[in-house]
Nanobody, 124 residues
Framework: VQLQASGGGLVQPGGSLIVSCATSGFTFEDHAIGWFRQAPGKEREGISCLSHNDGTSYYGPTMKRQFTIESDRSKNTVSLRMNSLKPEDTAVYYC??????????????????WGQGTQVTVSS
């Protein structure tokens, strides 16, 4: 199981960005895919999860207004669309694959496989 996040960069406040997670080595239906972020000095925070098994998605508290998770099965990628970015959204964004095919809250505990993260910096 391999995951690789990409697409991070510098974006101005109020801007938008899409980060993507390229996956390989597993079947989408067997592993829910989640997106997390970690800012300096803060704990890792769950953003969203997508289950290809039952087609459901989950968003952490306050996340749904700003983030959208989507997948492209032809490319084996799961992307996170981010809007109305603020400086406090600056963090390393990670994608991860769960041992379960279903989403279960925003906890990182169910995720075994992690990508290396991509830096998103929101600044003018």
């Amino acid at each position: 199981v391999q995951l690789q996040a990409s697409g991070g960069g510098l974006v101005q406040p109020g801007g938008s960005l899409i980060v993507s997670c390229a996956t390989s080595g597993f079947t989408f239906e067997d592993h829910a895919i989640g997106w997390f972020r970690q800012a300096p000095g803060k704990e890792r925070e769950g953003i969203s999860c997508l289950s290809h098994n039952d087609g459901t998605s989950y968003y952490g508290p306050t996340m749904k207004r700003q983030f959208t998770i989507e997948s492209d099965r032809s490319k084996n990628t799961v992307s996170l669309r981010m809007n109305s970015l603020k400086p406090e959204d600056t963090a390393v964004y990670y994608c991860a694959a769960s041992d379960s095919p279903f989403c279960s809250g925003a906890s990182a505990r169910q995720y075994t496989y992690w990508g290396q993260g991509t830096q998103v910096t929101v600044s003018s």
